[in-house]
């Protein structure tokens, strides 16, 4: 009978909790195992939170104010010797913000569509037609500035109420423009702000036929609002009534749905009075577009509350208007009904488009050169030159063309198209995030549907509407992500 064997040595380590935190060496040939502690697991290093106000969602509305204060400091007659630095600091200070705010940018769908734009823009700085550098400058500063928010807005951790206040201060400031402009019209000559330079050297005949004769026999300009261009209400009666309807729709505030209400009726008034038929065939397609997604999506009260409010105070805006303009309201909105909407643009607007497809894309397939028009030749342009002389933009698809000839007429709205997709799909969503996004994707929707039918009016992307247009679908896909990856407990 054979000699029981030895019990085997226990291997050391395997066994028991904290076996994770040891390890087993051979510290010499045949020698036995040891169990060496790797001691306690180094605390991870946490990122320090950032703080400060270039990391706080606050910078949003707080460079809408910038913005509105700007727009505004413009219509003061002692600011007028310092235009240029004005207009300058609104457009340098995204530049700034695109610099110093801090972090990492969401990747917005639009992004490849308006950097490869910019790029081909770029580009043109060795055109020919550039012939001066320093309005060349101007100009690429002034397109990076206006899609600079797609970058340095969505590096901010943006949540739904600093969204909807930003929203809140542009319905505010527009409605105001529109109630500005109501009071120009009832008070000739009290609100009315000094005319914009450019508008002056067109010449006396010009500025007749910006006028018009009101119900109580004197002749007044178009509303211009809070803007230095006669009929520049419109752009604000626009965004009151349509800023207002998301307000209307989404807050369950009786002040507030006053206030929104008040906005919509205000804003009509003023959009009769500016007698601006191309933008009031924009709005008519938004709240279209508006209706549209409340169908799509159920909801049928809402809708309902939409047409009720909006119908009633275009009808009820309307006869007040021709009673305080008179005839030449009446008139002029009589002669919308009297063609199809086509004939009404073509007629007004469509001349400048059938012009810039029809003669400028051939001149400049490639671009015209930088600097040649609009704000940069204006303050830094050189037009002595008979070959390259100034030229002038009525409305984007031309401004595109000047820019970079046919990629860049094919890359920005593609950009804007596949930012409008994305909202859509967004305002389709049936998952409810607490914070009714798919009815702010609706007005975001609508409002991106506007942007890209202005363009057919006027140089949309050259001013800060532009930038706005940015700043705030960049704001939406912030605030939307951020809700999105936030715990539920926390919302």
Known sequence: MSAPRPPLPARPGLQGPGVLGRRLVRRAPNAPLEVVSSGPPRAERKAAPRTGLLSSSKLVPLFILVLISCQVSLLVEAIAPLRVVVRILAFGMSLALLVLVPGRSLRHPALPFVLGSLGITALNFFNPGTVSPVAAAAQLGIQLSIIAPLLWVTRLSIDPRMFRLTLALLFFFNAASATVG??????????????????????????????????????????MGLTDMPG?????????????????????????RGLSAGGILLGLLSLYLCQVRAIALMLVVCLAALAFMLTLTGRVARLAKLFAVVGGAAVFAFGWAVAVGGDAVQSRWDSLFAARPEEVYRSNRGHFLEGTFEHLLPEYPLGAGLGRYGMPNAYFGDNSDPEHPGLWAEIQWTAWVYDGGVLVMVLYPLGMLVTMAWVLRMARRREDLGEEFWLWGSVIFAYNLGALALTFSYPFFTSQVGMEFWLLNAALLGAWTHAKTLHAHRR
Do not use: K
């Open 182 to 223: 109501v009071l120009q019209v009832y008070f000739p000559g009290r609100f009315q702000p000094t005319l914009s330079s450019a508008v002056q050297a067109q010449g006396d005949q010009y500025l007749r036929s910006l006028e018009f004769e009101t119900a109580s026999g004197e002749r007044v300009y178009r509303p």
């Open 232 to 256: 520049g209400a419109a752009t604000g009666a626009f965004y009151a009534v349509l800023l207002g309807s998301g307000f209307l729709l989404s807050s369950r505030r009786g002040l507030t």
